[in-house]
């Protein structure tokens, strides 16, 4: 049996909402409804805005539009008892107020994803594996090939760049040539695939970042 839809739920201030989602008041099935009542106030509007940014940022952080706008409701759910309210505000000021707090929760979720990315170009693993052989005195992070491989890793899925992403990651501690079991069945986990296949993924993705830095003049070893 479907849970009673509170009459007055589409009237309540967004501050009121979020309260309910908090737990500040009511039972949870109230806060499922105040969360579905927020959603559905807030949810074009978000989206509208991040896909303004589907040529540049979002692609280049690895996600689209719809993505960052169900991060960011389910990041606001989980902070809803860090919105302020401001009583003395009027409706559409109050609706103004509560999108702002969207737009920095959603600002946020993509700085975080966009500083994931900015580890895989910094890295020495990528550093060494696409470049072996070119002599250049600039940190790898402020570097013009390290913002070439950037531009590069634009080209890949999300699957692929979360493989090598993880990769560099773990080569900045050894300089192995295999991923330990336990990670690599991690990124199978993550990815539903076996983790042959998530060896052939960081093969094909570096094979084909390879590529890119090749077709821009870029020359280096390879990886088997």
Known sequence: ???????????????????RV?????????????QGVFYRRHVRYLYGVLLRHKKNLLPLAGLSAEDLTQ?????????????????????DHQRMRARAWLGRIATNLLTDHLHRLREVSASPYLDRVTTSGLDDDQPPSQSPRARLVAEGLEQ?????????RVSALHYK?????????DVSA???????????????????AMKKLKAF????????????
């Open 1 to 19: 049996m479907r849970p009673e839809r509170s009459p007055d739920a589409e009237e309540e201030s967004d501050a009121d909402l979020l309260g």
């Open 22 to 34: 908090a737990g500040r008041a009511g039972a949870p099935e109230a806060a499922r409804e105040a």
């Open 71 to 91: 991060e960011t409701f389910q990041r606001a759910f989980e902070r809803a008892h860090t919105f302020e309210a401001a009583d003395d505000l009027d409706a």
């Open 156 to 164: 890949l899925t999300e699957r692929e760049r979360d493989v090598l």
């Open 173 to 181: 501690a050894g300089d192995h040539q295999r991923l330990p079991n």
């Open 186 to 204: 991690e990124l199978a986990g993550r990815w539903e695939t076996t983790n042959e296949n998530i060896r052939a993924i960081r093969v094909r």
């Open 213 to 224: 830095l090749a077709s821009r003049g870029e020359t280096g070893g390879g990886e088997s």
